[in-house]
């Protein structure tokens, strides 16, 4: 199993543009979630799924969309970068819901200029 | 004030010491994850636990719910476990978010 997959690994933007981070798991997981981590905050949730075709918002959902059309797939889509947005950006899933054990994607870091 | 705080925020020692990291919450919680970022960035869930202790080889984590407390232990620490240690719960009142503490650097000298 790869587990949970982010791609890109790394990425610049301008201002402005718009972007999808991708996040695959092969483990059949219902939940899955994003997470932004900011030097010196603790990892914060974006936005969740428990499963397909449900979606709800995190703590910081602010500039990011998120559809969940498979139980594989969570793409977090941003509509208009800004420079607020650069973070290291953490997929996660778990078997069924948000309070069991996580497994987390590598991370994708995003450069907003 | 944080809902997760850790202690302590940075934290050295020497091969072979025991080493504790503390986590306190405000709120109500389902559980309590501990969680270890190695330098790479990578986030490996390390236990899970509602009560008592957890023991997996050199680390032990253990929680005091009406003390709101954590704590996550390494035995005989060693260079490898350099890495910060992150704590997170999940609210009772949602189970599906999660909150997480800001973290506590390790780096282990040999």
């Known amino acids: 199993n790869a587990g949970v997959t982010q791609t890109p690994k790394f990425q610049v933007l301008k201002t402005g543009q718009s972007m999808t981070l991708q996040c695959a798991q092969d483990?059949?997981?219902?939940?899955m979630s994003w997470y932004r981590q900011d030097p010196g905050m603790g990892l914060r949730l974006i936005h969740y799924?428990?499963?397909?075709?449900?979606?709800d918002q995190g703590e910081v959902p602010n500039g990011y969309n998120v559809s969940r059309s498979t139980t594989e797939d969570f793409p977090l889509r941003l509509l208009s970068a800004a420079p607020s947005q650069t973070s290291v950006y953490f997929c996660a899933s778990s078997y069924s819901r948000g309070f069991e054990t996580q497994y987390f994607g590598p991370g994708t870091r995003l450069l907003v200029l | 004030k944080n809902e997760v705080e850790q202690s302590p925020q940075n934290l050295t020692a020497q091969e072979g010491e025991f080493i504790t990291i503390n986590c306190s919450y405000s709120v109500g919680i389902s559980a309590l994850h501990w969680l270890q970022q190695h330098p790479g960035g990578g986030i490996v869930s390390l236990f899970m636990?509602?009560?008592g202790k957890k023991k997996h080889g050199r680390l032990i984590a253990t929680i005091n719910i009406q003390e709101k407390h954590s704590s996550l232990h390494i035995t005989a620490s060693h260079p490898r476990d350099s890495a910060v240690y992150i704590c997170?719960?999940?609210?009772?009142?949602?189970?599906?978010?999660?909150?997480f503490g800001t973290g506590t650097r390790l780096q282990v000298f040999p």
């Open positions: 997170a719960v999940s609210n009772s009142y949602n189970t599906d978010k999660l909150i």
């Open positions: 799924s428990v499963g397909a075709g449900i979606t």
């Open positions: 483990m059949n997981h219902e939940y």
């Open positions: 636990l509602s009560s």
